[in-house]
């Protein structure tokens, strides 16, 4: 069984104790599950390995079963979604969650994800891309940014009505998610206007003023390219009518980037 199936299920659990539900309640309830992942990194292993491998290795590492195996486990009957579009996945994840629970698919929703790094192969390859920095520090926003240095997480939150919750710490107003389409620079290259517009969609949708928001959790990686688009972005987006200054910063800084489990790592 891939390491993050096991993990899953134990910050899962945790996830509903901590919103002050009993996981038993919840039993053949509409509860959806949404998983943020990329591929993974101990399936490659074991099929490499020289040891006897059963059946269950499949079920045990398809990715389908990151969620499904929650759902089979606890019991739930709502949307069972494994995700990935990469470092947006568990942003994704918590959009697509939060969609179904408007639209009337589930009536709360288990968004988790997990990142564990096995493979040596990866890294090197990320290197010779030149994502990753050289001495393994996140250095977000900085003029000696070289590269992110990559994390393992495994993370779950667990979202439902505000008339139905018991135990809440935050509240998700809204979401919205676009793709950067055709870029010259190519494919990992990020585009400055479509971080703008996305930013300014979910403010204007959430009919939210932009002079109200007092800190922006960015994605910043450290990346030379990344961050100078992200900042432009934010600058372009949040800057109109401003007069004072916006706190700007990223977790990354101090944990490293966990990839697919970004967006929910700073939860």
Same mark, same amino acid.
Request: a negative charge; glycine letters at 8%.
């Given at each position: 069984?891939?390491?993050?199936?096991?993990?899953?299920?134990?910050?899962?659990?945790?996830?509903?104790?901590?919103?002050?539900?009993?996981?038993?309640?919840?039993?053949?309830?509409?509860?959806?599950? %949404?998983?943020?992942?990329?591929?993974?990194?101990?399936?490659?292993?074991?099929?490499?390995?020289?040891?006897? @491998?059963?059946?269950?290795?499949?079920?045990?590492?398809?990715?389908?079963?990151?969620?499904?195996?929650?759902?089979? @486990?606890?019991?739930?009957?709502?949307?069972?979604?494994?995700?990935?579009?990469?470092?947006?996945?568990?942003?994704?994840?918590? =959009?697509?969650?939060?969609?179904?629970?408007?639209?009337?698919?589930?009536?709360?929703?288990?968004?988790?994800?997990?990142?564990?790094?096995?493979?040596?192969?990866?890294?090197?390859?990320?290197?010779?891309?030149?994502? @990753?920095?050289?001495?393994?520090?996140?250095?977000?926003?900085?003029?000696?940014?070289?590269?992110?240095?990559?994390?393992?997480?495994?993370?779950?939150?667990?979202?439902?009505?505000?008339?139905?919750?018991?135990?809440?710490?935050?509240?998700?107003?809204?979401?919205?998610?676009?793709?950067?389409?055709?870029?010259?620079?190519?494919?990992?290259?990020?585009?400055?206007?479509?971080?703008?517009?996305?930013?300014?969609?979910?403010?204007?949708?959430?009919?939210?003023?932009?002079?109200?928001?007092?800190?922006?959790?960015?994605?910043? @990686?450290?990346?030379?390219?990344?961050?100078?688009?992200?900042? =432009?972005?934010?600058?372009?987006?949040? %800057?109109?009518?401003?007069?004072?200054?916006?706190?700007?910063?990223?977790?990354?800084?101090?944990?490293?980037?966990?990839?697919?489990?970004?967006?929910? %790592?700073?939860?």
């Amino acid at each position: 069984m891939d390491p993050r199936l096991r993990k899953l299920l134990e910050v899962s659990h945790e996830a509903i104790i901590d919103a002050g539900v009993l996981p038993k309640s919840l039993q053949g309830s509409n509860t959806g599950v %949404f998983v943020a992942f990329t591929d993974s990194d101990a399936f490659p292993k074991t099929k490499r390995s020289k040891q006897r @491998t059963n059946l269950y290795g499949v079920l045990g590492n398809e990715s389908s079963m990151l969620a499904n195996r929650l759902s089979y @486990t606890f019991d739930f009957t709502g949307p069972c979604l494994s995700i990935n579009t990469s470092c947006s996945s568990s942003s994704t994840a918590i =959009h697509e969650a939060l969609l179904s629970i408007r639209a009337g698919l589930c009536d709360a929703a288990i968004v988790a994800g997990a990142h564990c790094n096995f493979d040596p192969v990866v890294p090197s390859m990320f290197h010779g891309l030149e994502l @990753t920095s050289v001495d393994g520090k996140c250095k977000a926003f900085d003029a000696a940014a070289d590269g992110y240095a990559r994390a393992e997480a495994t993370v779950a939150i667990y979202i439902c009505k505000m008339r139905d919750a018991k135990r809440a710490y935050a509240t998700l107003v809204h979401t919205a998610i676009n793709n950067d389409g055709y870029k010259k620079e190519g494919i990992t290259f990020p585009s400055e206007v479509q971080q703008e517009n996305v930013i300014r969609k979910v403010y204007e949708e959430a009919g939210v003023d932009a002079l109200e928001v007092d800190y922006v959790e960015a994605h910043g @990686t450290g990346t030379k390219v990344g961050d100078p688009q992200e900042l =432009h972005a934010i600058t372009k987006a949040l %800057f109109e009518r401003r007069k004072g200054s916006l706190l700007v910063g990223s977790v990354k800084t101090n944990m490293g980037h966990s990839e697919p489990i970004a967006g929910l %790592f700073l939860n």
